[in-house]
Structures are given as C-alpha cells and as structure tokens.
C-alpha cells in the first residue's frame, strides 16, 4: 500500500531526476591562432655567411672557447633561450601550450569569452569557415572541467555549402591550462589552432 507521503517522495524522486540539467555556469575563454611554419628555426640557426671561418679546426675553435660537442658551445641569441617561435604580440602566453605542434608562428585571428551553462551547448562563431561548439559536462574536485566540444566546418563542394563536423572529442580543462584543438583545421593561410581555456 502506498501511502500519500510516499507518492510525492516518489514524484519528487521523479521530477529531479529528469528536471532541468545543473544550472551551474563557468566563464570559457576562446583563443583561434593562425599557425604557420615558415622555417624559422632554420632561419634563425644558420650562421652568419661573412662570421664563418675560413678552417674550422678544432684548435681555432677551442681558442675561441667552444668548440662542437662541449658545453660551453654558443646558445643561438634568442629572447627565449633558443626558441625561434614568432608569437604575435599578446600570444605569449601560449607558448609552453602548443609546444607540441609542429609550428613556428601564431597570429591572433580571434579571441572571446562566454558563460556557458553545465549541460548547454554554446557556440562560438570563430571564422567564416569554423563555429566552435562547446558543452561543459561537470568539475571534477581538482577543478578539472570536463566539456564536449566540436568544430563545424562549412565547405563548398560543386557550389554548394555543406557543414560538417571536423574535430568531435570530450575532454578536460585543467586550471590555469588549455585545451588545444586544431592543427589540421586548414585556413587559407596555415592552419587554425584553436585554445580553450574556463574558470
């Protein structure tokens, strides 16, 4: 038998479990890079035709105080120590995130922030070509938030425009990290490298 007060725990029990999603909401930050790679890490490393010596004898080089193989060898002059990337300015601060990819200059083509709901699909418009789409599944105790995201991609095959989706995958943000997605999303120029980023 079932008791009136047991109906509605029942219904509550109901209406909670198939109610509205987690009304939550986060703050995503949204960065599209243009990556080339215009070889300058080449560029950069070649040595000066006019400094090069006439023999290059171990001798001469050792009392010079370098000579290859040792320590002491000169480091390429680079405000980086080393790294021939060109960034923009501004994109500094994505350096050590797309270390990985196989790039060496990032131009900003767009930057922007939203609030999504948990559960709620936002889109981001990020070129003519490219739409972001993004849902914020849930946060874990590290502050680790796990989204859905997508890039659609509207392609013209024999005159007429097609969107699809190119890029589909679930993943998590770490704190004060982001989650880097492209590099096979091609633009007229390069290829679109696009930095997720939630607080």
Same mark, same amino acid.
């Given at each position: 038998?079932? !008791?009136?007060?047991?109906?509605?725990?029942? +219904?509550?029990?109901?209406?909670?479990?198939?109610?509205?999603?987690?009304?939550?909401?986060?703050?995503?930050?949204?960065?599209?890079?243009?990556?080339?790679?215009?070889? /300058?890490?080449? /560029?950069?490393?070649?040595?000066?035709?006019?400094?090069?010596?006439?023999?290059?004898?171990?001798?001469?080089?050792? /009392?010079?105080?370098?000579?290859?193989?040792? /320590?002491?060898?000169?480091?390429?002059? @680079?405000?980086?120590?080393? #790294?021939?990337?060109?960034?923009?300015?501004?994109?500094?601060?994505?350096?050590?995130?797309?270390?990985?990819?196989?790039?060496?200059?990032?131009?900003?083509?767009?930057?922007?922030?939203? !609030?999504?709901?948990?559960?709620?699909? !936002?889109?981001?418009?990020?070129? #003519?070509?490219? !739409? $972001?789409?993004?849902?914020?599944?849930?946060?874990?105790? @590290?502050?680790? $938030?796990?989204?859905?995201?997508?890039?659609?991609?509207?392609?013209?095959?024999?005159?007429?425009?097609?969107?699809?989706?190119?890029?589909?995958?679930?993943?998590?943000?770490?704190?004060?990290?982001?989650?880097?997605?492209?590099?096979?999303?091609? +633009? #007229?120029?390069?290829? +679109?490298?696009? $930095?997720?980023?939630?607080?």
């Amino acid at each position: 038998m079932v !008791t009136k007060v047991g109906a509605i725990v029942i +219904l509550v029990a109901l209406a909670a479990a198939g109610g509205q999603p987690d009304t939550q909401k986060v703050t995503v930050s949204v960065l599209a890079v243009q990556a080339t790679n215009e070889g /300058r890490a080449a /560029r950069d490393n070649a040595p000066p035709a006019e400094n090069k010596p006439k023999r290059s004898d171990t001798n001469s080089l050792l /009392r010079q105080g370098f000579a290859p193989g040792l /320590r002491n060898a000169p480091k390429p002059k @680079h405000a980086n120590n080393g #790294d021939a990337r060109y960034f923009e300015p501004g994109l500094d601060g994505i350096r050590d995130a797309v270390a990985s990819l196989n790039f060496d200059t990032y131009k900003k083509v767009k930057s922007e922030t939203a !609030t999504a709901a948990f559960g709620s699909e !936002t889109a981001m418009r990020i070129t #003519d070509r490219y !739409t $972001l789409r993004m849902t914020p599944l849930d946060k874990d105790s @590290h502050g680790r $938030l796990r989204v859905r995201v997508a890039v659609d991609e509207i392609s013209l095959r024999n005159g007429d425009s097609k969107t699809m989706t190119a890029v589909e995958t679930t993943s998590a943000i770490a704190p004060n990290k982001y989650l880097v997605i492209g590099g096979r999303l091609p +633009l #007229d120029e390069g290829q +679109l490298v696009i $930095l997720v980023s939630a607080q």
